[in-house]
């Protein structure tokens, strides 16, 4: 089944205490995001990246940290988490990251930071 | 740059009426158009989207859209709720060379909608 997984789906943690939330895609997509949720604000892009070893920062990336070392995952790093971290992510993919194609969403990490 | 509003973060109808859910979209380009449904606790689903051609774009689960260039909306419609469409839709907006990637979805803040008896 064609999927984005995400890990872990709940987390809670302290303030400073590095964490890193996994994603990964089986459908091949180049280009793979991460999105933060946040009520009355809609979702915003953190980071993105277009291919492997190919990343860029989106509308919201100060204190997070992405790589894409392999073509399927697509970490997400919290090198010292905050209570302004507190949200739900998404991961998406999408084939090569052109405007008009459908990306597709991970189950979501909603993460709480005490 | 493009942007997204939608009107009514929460709107309510009986099954079996008519679902309109408002979404206006600024943008420097000519636009490419999406509304993604997100049902409690899983991510979101492409219902439908807006890239070129005609204007009036179905989807899934009887939904429809209709890009208006003029209006600048791509209002969401289903004729006869269900009450299995209670769920948060997003209208989002892409543009070609956009920054992000050409693919980085610009979202709305989302509607709730609520399907009564």
């Known amino acids: 089944e064609a999927q984005v997984t995400q890990n872990p789906r709940y987390l809670i943690t302290v303030t400073g205490k590095k964490l890193t939330v996994t994603c990964s895609q089986n459908?091949?997509?180049?280009?793979m995001s991460w999105y933060r949720q946040d009520p009355g604000l809609g979702l915003r892009q953190i980071y993105y990246s277009m291919n492997v070893e190919v990343t860029d920062k989106g509308d919201v990336p100060e204190g997070y940290k992405v790589s894409r070392k392999e073509k399927r995952n697509f970490p997400l790093i919290l090198e010292s988490p905050s209570p302004n971290q507190t949200s739900l992510y998404f991961c998406?993919?999408?084939?090569?990251?052109?405007?008009?194609?459908?990306?597709?969403f991970g189950p979501g990490t909603r993460l709480l930071v005490l | 740059a493009q942007s997204v509003t939608q009107l009514g973060s929460h709107v309510s109808v009986s099954e079996g009426a008519l679902v309109l859910l408002r979404c206006n979209y600024s943008s420097s380009v000519p636009p490419y158009l999406f509304w993604y449904v997100q049902y409690p606790n899983q991510g979101l689903q492409l219902l439908l989207k807006?890239?070129?051609?005609?204007?009036l774009v179905k989807g899934i689960n009887g939904f429809e859209a209709e890009f208006k260039k003029s209006e600048t909306s791509f209002h969401l419609t289903k004729p006869s709720a269900h009450m299995s469409d209670a769920a948060e839709y997003f209208c989002?907006?892409?543009?070609?060379f956009g920054k992000g990637g050409g693919n980085k979805l610009t979202f709305g803040t989302g509607t709730q909608l609520k399907v009564e008896l």
């Open positions: 807006y890239t070129t051609g005609a204007t």
């Open positions: 998406a993919s999408s084939y090569l990251g052109g405007a008009q194609e459908t990306q597709y």
């Open positions: 989002a907006v892409t543009a070609p």
């Open positions: 459908m091949n997509h180049e280009y």
